[in-house]
């Protein structure tokens, strides 16, 4: 076998490369101890790049067109051999064609909930999934850094660790974006650009290029989306207290219209009518409660209200304070001699005796002379 894998070798003279799968990123040209006749033909299609590697050294690189291998078009290779002028001997080269295309439809997803410090609800969980297009911008650089000396190349083995770049980086730019997680949903489109700018300079170091990155959810843990829904039912319901009389109102209704009912449905209405009073109330704002018994403020501290007594025609009538008892004294209704008591005293006194209403009894006018 070996010695018709040496016989096909002098007398192929064109390497090209027509790819038939979807996933190949690099393909080596097979030749029998890597010798290339000089003068060989070499193809190169659209999407394609060939890198040439001598020894171990990365040499020529040739895009889209077709050449003929001399030391005019080979460089570097012609400096690293250190061919003469009119060489044309066979040389060693190992030949990788290299996919340059968009390879789409790479998925990428965060594998555990990422923790996120929103300004609204605080701690929230949340994980997102998508998907991504990348193809290889500097084939050197993805032979060097990726690659190696694997002979065929494919999507698959780099996806995973391009997938744990992606999602491990996602919260660090998610929480720089500063974007409200209420907000997310509508903003896909630039928080996508904003982390496939960020990303792209860590493509580059492998030597490849991250064309767009698409943002399909972002989900956050079932608790906070049900809390989030019953928030949304409680903005379009509005007043809570006035939808639940409605709600009652619609009860008492169906009833009416059902006269023929047995007698729990009577007692279903009631029932929902005072659910929808207690709601009601329970809705509407507290309004505060004064500090006192009654509707006025209590006297000042050290001047408690003073509450008198008075004997009138035999019978204690009282408590009034003192200001009823000064009208009173006005009125005549309060002699100097009506009896009086209030708290502190050991017996009943004329009210003369009271030291705050004998200036009162002064300021009486003496009767009209006759």
Same mark, same amino acid.
């Given at each position: %076998?070996?010695?018709?894998?040496?016989?096909?070798?002098?007398? /192929?003279?064109?390497?090209?490369?027509?790819?038939?799968?979807?996933?190949?990123?690099? @393909?080596?040209?097979?030749?029998?101890?890597?010798?290339?006749?000089?003068?060989?033909?070499?193809?190169v299609r659209e999407s394609q790049v060939a890198v040439f590697v001598s020894e171990g050294t990365i040499a020529d690189v040739f895009q889209p067109g077709m050449y003929s291998l001399t030391t005019k078009n080979l460089p570097v290779l012609t400096t690293l051999k250190g061919w003469y002028y009119g060489f044309d001997s066979p040389f060693k080269a190992e030949v990788y064609f290299i996919n340059t295309k968009n390879f789409t439809d790479l998925k990428w997803g965060t594998k555990n909930p990422v923790m996120l410090r929103d300004q609204e609800f605080g701690a929230v969980r949340m994980r997102a999934f998508g998907t991504y297009v990348m193809k290889v911008k500097d084939p050197s650089t993805f032979i060097r850094e990726i690659v190696g000396t694997d002979a065929h190349f494919t999507v698959d083995e780099i996806t995973e660790q391009l997938r744990s770049m992606i999602s491990s980086r996602f919260a660090d730019i998610l929480a720089e974006s500063r974007i409200p997680v209420l907000d997310l949903a509508s903003n896909y489109q630039d928080l996508s650009g904003f982390i496939t700018q960020r990303l792209s300079p860590e493509f580059h170091a492998y030597g490849l290029d991250l064309t767009l990155l698409i943002i399909?959810?972002? !989900?956050?843990?079932?608790?906070?989306?049900?809390?989030?829904?019953?928030? $949304? !039912?409680?903005? =379009?319901?509005?007043?809570?207290?006035?939808?639940?009389?409605?709600?009652? *109102?619609?009860?008492?209704?169906?009833?009416?219209?059902?006269?023929?009912?047995?007698?729990?449905?009577?007692?279903?209405?009631? %029932?929902? &009518?005072? %659910? *929808?009073?207690?709601?009601?109330?329970? &809705?509407?704002?507290?309004?505060?409660?004064?500090?006192?018994?009654?509707?006025?403020?209590?006297?000042?501290?050290?001047?408690?209200?003073?509450?008198? &007594?008075? *004997?009138?025609?035999?019978?204690?009538?009282?408590?009034?304070?003192?200001? /009823? =008892?000064?009208?009173?004294?006005?009125?005549?209704?309060?002699?100097?001699? $009506?009896?009086?008591?209030?708290?502190?005293?050991?017996? @009943?006194?004329?009210?003369?005796?009271?030291?705050?209403?004998?200036?009162?009894?002064?300021?009486?006018?003496?009767?009209?002379?006759?």
């Open positions: %076998m070996a010695l018709w894998d040496k016989v096909k070798a002098e007398f /192929v003279d064109i390497i090209e490369w027509t790819d038939d799968s979807r996933d190949t990123m690099v @393909w080596r040209f097979p030749r029998y101890q890597n010798e290339i006749k000089y003068g060989a033909k070499l193809t399909e959810n972002i !989900s956050l843990p079932p608790n906070v989306e049900e809390a989030l829904d019953k928030r $949304t !039912s409680m903005g =379009i319901i509005g007043d809570l207290s006035k939808y639940a009389q409605f709600q009652a *109102a619609n009860a008492m209704e169906q009833a009416a219209a059902n006269p023929g009912g047995d007698a729990s449905a009577g007692i279903g209405m009631g %029932m929902g &009518f005072a %659910m *929808a009073n207690q709601m009601g109330k329970m &809705f509407q704002p507290e309004t505060p409660k004064p500090s006192g018994t009654g509707g006025s403020p209590p006297p000042l501290p050290g001047q408690e209200a003073m509450a008198y &007594f008075v *004997a009138l025609s035999g019978e204690q009538k009282g408590p009034f304070s003192a200001k /009823v =008892i000064h009208e009173m004294i006005k009125d005549k209704m309060v002699t100097p001699e $009506t009896l009086m008591w209030k708290k502190g005293m050991d017996a @009943w006194a004329k009210a003369t005796e009271f030291q705050e209403l004998k200036d009162l009894f002064l300021a009486v006018p003496p009767p009209i002379p006759g």
